[in-house]
């Protein structure tokens, strides 16, 4: 098994084009890919198919990484490997976007990208809406259906600047393992809970802009993100 610094500069190495130490670190995780290979099995796709991707994923992770991200490699390296897959299977599989969706989705973000150029500010979506004349539900469901899941291993870009996943409350510092653990469970969440987390913790939104998003009530939020830290809590005390 190779140790920190060996597989530092085969990163290194990887990413001035020697494909030498490309094979050699996939060589040498590859008990690492199949692992992440087999939680997506029965689904249809061929393991060799769900392989390939996992080693893409993994190129991806080597190309990614940076030491200063203070986690090892293979920690960082697995939601890559997951999130490849994940993505094949979302744009793949039988749920689809439609091409209407997606060409509205292009407009948006475009829209919003010259916007913000522009005024040197988001837009707000009526402001969208009136410019664009799409309906309000119409410009947020066509964002919502290309928006990339976000990564535990994403920058916050606060003033910490740190990571997702280091920003979720803990009584102690938190192992690679404890945080590949929180990553498992955040992912198992239901979609609503998963994006009342992100979007309290790790975008900074209060209760008040939360229920607006999802049309619910400001106590509702506020008693669906208590379950959900006390959920969480009980998943890791039972690990």
Known sequence: MLDKDETLLLIQQANNGNDSAKTKLIEENKPLIKSIVKRFT??????????????????KAIIN?????????TTYAVPM???EIKRFIRDDGQIKISRAIKTMSYRVLNFIENYRNLHNEEPTIE???????????DIVFALESVKTPISLYEKTNDDE??????????????SDDDKILITDIIKKLPEREQK???????????QSEIANVLGVSQV?????????????????SAE
């Open 220 to 236: 509702q939020v506020s008693r669906l993100e208590n379950k959900i830290i006390e959920k969480i809590k009980k998943e890791l």
């Open 161 to 174: 600047n740190l990571m997702i996943l280091d920003k979720i409350p803990a009584k102690k510092d938190l």
């Open 81 to 83: 490997i997951a999130g």
């Open 196 to 206: 009342i987390i992100i979007l309290r913790y790790f975008r900074d939104q209060t």
């Open 42 to 59: 029965n689904r249809g796709i061929e393991y060799d198919d769900l392989y390939q991707l996992g080693c893409l994923g993994f190129l």
């Open 127 to 137: 402001t969208i809406s009136n410019e664009l004349k799409i309906n309000k539900e």
């Open 65 to 73: 990484f940076d030491p200063q991200y203070e986690v090892k490699f």
